[in-house]
Every structure is written in structure tokens, then in C-alpha cells.
DNA sequence: CTAGGTGCAAAAGGTTTGCGGTTAA
DNA sequence: TTAACCGCAAACCTTTTGCACCTAG
């Protein structure tokens, strides 16, 4: 891992460790950017640390994603997602493959609101068929 | 119910059986539209029918859903929650009390996406504070 | 040294399902 | 009449938690 220090400097600031087991599974986060479920982690995770649990994995993506090092990510009721991407985006989900994909942050035109009503974020989930699935669709 | 026949009409074209519990649960949406939870839904509709069962709320929830007469709203992990307004419109989530509130339909300006992506909806989640709890924050 | 983390197993919480009896159409 | 539905209880699946041991800082 390349910026282990910033990691590291970033989670003592909270007074939270950064251990081997939260740093395999932001690497593994960082590595294959397929938006992977806690399950998944854990499948990737033991490969490399048999002794990791289940419990470990879901306990480390929510210390990391509560710290801001990962967010998360839910379509409907699927299990979440967990994503390394910090940047600024959007979340595409393919309705036939069900695969995830960042795209460039879309923005919200909101309409009226109720007098008093304060947005702070509005996020944009877009649905639809990734270029492989619409390339089957022909 | 005032157009139970347009109900009614509406899921036999699809084999599916307009039942006294379906009436209720549709009746409980139409009127108080405050988007609740099945539990809910399933309390509410104990009050007037004291054997109906929690399966049945959430069986009849999805029926109803899946043939286009409520919809589901689903924030983050929580339980999914549901909505009789039909119309094109966004929802609103408190992040103080976690009121949800149907608001006009925000418009999505989508960003660049890789060729060969087709999309089919933009939901737009609005997450901030409601009247009553901006108030609050002075 | 010690607060915070790990692994395990058990529990929680929402939702779904199997089954025998019931009912809308 | 009969396929669809109901109520009940058990199962399911994801996620959380309690606890004894361990380890990063």
C-alpha cells in the first residue's frame, strides 16, 4: 500500500487503529472497484488472512466508511456496497447484470420545495442498461 | 373505497385477487400518506381487522407494489417504506427525525456517461431538514 | 500498558416461505 | 369450483453484539 502513513494519520486524528485486517480490506476496496458486498470482501479478504471474520469485515467497511475513507452504497434492499471512490460521482445500476458503475456526478434540479424545507445533499441513482447488457439487447 | 371497481379491475387484468386485507392496506396508504413501514401498516390495519397477519401485510404490500398501485421507498438500510402517490415526484428524508415527505419531481442533469449506457430512470433523493426541524436548529 | 480491535458464536431485525385451511371470482 | 390467498410458524439473510483474548500506539 502506497500512502499507508496518510491512512494511518487520518484514522489516529479519531483515535481509531489502523490494523492489518482494516488495511487489506481498503486495499482489496481500492484494488477491484466493482463496489463488492461485505461478503465479498470477506471471500477476497481471506484469501490472503484465513484467520479474518465475517464479523471483522462488516465491523472494519463501517469504521472505515464512517471515517470517510469508504462509502457506502445500497440499492434498494440488496446488501450494501461498499465503494473507495472519494470523488464527487454517481452511482449507475445496471437493471439486467446488476453490476455497479461510478459515473460523473449528475446534478439535481430540484423543483419547489415547502416553505422551510433545507436540502443538504441530493443524491442521483440512475437505472438503467450498461453497454454490455445493451449491446445484448439488440 | 370510492373506485374499489378500478382497483379491482385493474389487478384481475394481471390474475390477481382484490381480498379484503389488499382493500385494507391500499385503504391505510390512501389515507394517512405519511409513508409507512410494513410493521406500521400491519398495526394500523389491526386496529380494524385483528387477525390479519404481518406475512400478509408484507405479501400484499409487494403484490400491490409489484402491480403498480403503491411504491416502495427505500433510505439507506432501514426498513422499506411505502407510498400510495402514483404521480412523478421525489422524496424528501429528514435527517433530524426522519420524517419522509413527497415532494415535486427533481430534474436529473446527468453527466457524461461511458458510451453505450442507456438509462431508464433518475431517482433523485433529497436529504436535509424539514420545516418543523429547520426551525428547531435556530 | 491499555483502549480499541479481533474472532467466534449467538442474537437481532426485516422479510420470505411452506403448509393446511379459506375465499374471491 | 378452484387457483389464489390467508394466518401461522419457521426459515432466511444481512448485520450487530457480547465476550474473552489480542495488539497497535
Known amino acids: 500500500m502506497e500512502d499507508d502513513s496518510n491512512i494511518s494519520e487520518l484514522l489516529a486524528a479519531r483515535g481509531i487503529r489502523l490494523t492489518r485486517q482494516r488495511e487489506k480490506i481498503l486495499a482489496i476496496l481500492l484494488q477491484q472497484r466493482d463496489h463488492p458486498t461485505a461478503s465479498e470482501v470477506y471471500e477476497r479478504a481471506k484469501q490472503k488472512m484465513p484467520s479474518i471474520s465475517l464479523a471483522t469485515v462488516y465491523n472494519s467497511l463501517e469504521a472505515l466508511a464512517r ?38 456526478a449528475a446534478a439535481a434540479q430540484l423543483g419547489n420545495l415547502p416553505p422551510g424545507f433545507v436540502v443538504f445533499h441530493a443524491d442521483v441513482a440512475l437505472k438503467g442498461l450498461c453497454s454490455t447488457c445493451s449491446d445484448l439487447n439488440v
Request: net charge negative.
Open 67 to 104: 471515517n470517510g475513507l469508504l462509502k457506502q452504497v445500497n440499492v434498494d434492499r440488496a446488501p450494501t456496497r461498499f465503494c473507495a471512490n472519494l470523488e464527487d460521482h454517481s452511482h449507475f445500476f445496471c437493471e439486467r447484470c446488476g453490476a455497479i458503475y461510478d459515473v460523473e
